[in-house]
């Protein structure tokens, strides 16, 4: 199965399959302590990027890599 890939850090496409019932095209993930979590399913591209942006700030503080750093 082939995903799009998207333009931003911790973006990916979300995989239609019947054991996935969000219906959004995209979803933000990001991987803590070794653990990959599902931040947000949208359909909307920047705003996942957005929200990764937000968690990376919280879980990796000063070394967290932004997708808008200009806006920290």
């Known amino acids: 199965m082939v995903t799009q890939k998207s333009r931003f ?7 239609q399959s019947p054991h996935n019932p ?3 095209k995209w979803r933000a993930v ?6 990959s979590r599902n931040l947000i399913y949208t359909d909307d ?6 929200e990764y942006d937000k968690w990376a700030k ?12 200009d806006e920290a």
């Open 9 to 15: 850090r911790g973006v990916q496409e979300n995989v």
């Open 30 to 35: 990001i991987s803590v302590r070794g653990k």
């Open 58 to 69: 919280y879980y990796h503080k000063d070394k967290a890599k932004l997708n808008f750093p």
């Open 45 to 50: 591209e920047e705003k996942a990027a957005r």
């Open 22 to 24: 969000y219906k959004a």
